[in-house]
């Protein structure tokens, strides 16, 4: 076992919420809580990374709930981790080692990172 991913059951760590989406979402992307309570993507043209509430579990279409991944649980749809390195949500919702004001979590795997926001 190299990793504390590898120690949990099958299903372990997927504490998510399901949210009603504003626009399509895909797959593993860095979502945003809107005051009305729905989900859109984190993205520079929206300027919300400060509203990050998760990462979407499966593709999630405009208007459809979906499951998102929140803190406390490990998503295991991020790719390029580095196992044990701190992650954080950047302007374009993209999730890096590069330090911000927003952070997403540490990696638990090369796929997957505990949400600790």
Do not use: C, H, W
């Amino acid at each position: 076992m190299s990793n504390l991913s590898d120690l949990l059951p099958a299903g372990a760590g997927a504490k998510s919420a399901d949210f009603v989406a504003t626009g399509t979402l895909s797959s593993g992307q860095t979502v945003a809580l809107k005051t009305d309570g729905t989900v859109e993507a984190i993205s520079v043209i929206a300027a919300n990374k400060t509203d990050f509430v998760g990462i979407t579990d499966e593709a999630i279409s405009s208007a459809a709930t979906g499951a998102v991944i929140v803190q406390g649980g490990v998503s295991g749809k991020v790719t390029g981790l580095t196992i044990g390195s701190d992650y954080y949500v950047q302007d374009d919702g993209t999730v890096t080692t590069v330090t911000s004001t927003v952070p997403a979590g540490r990696a638990l795997s090369a796929t997957s990172i505990l949400l600790e926001g």
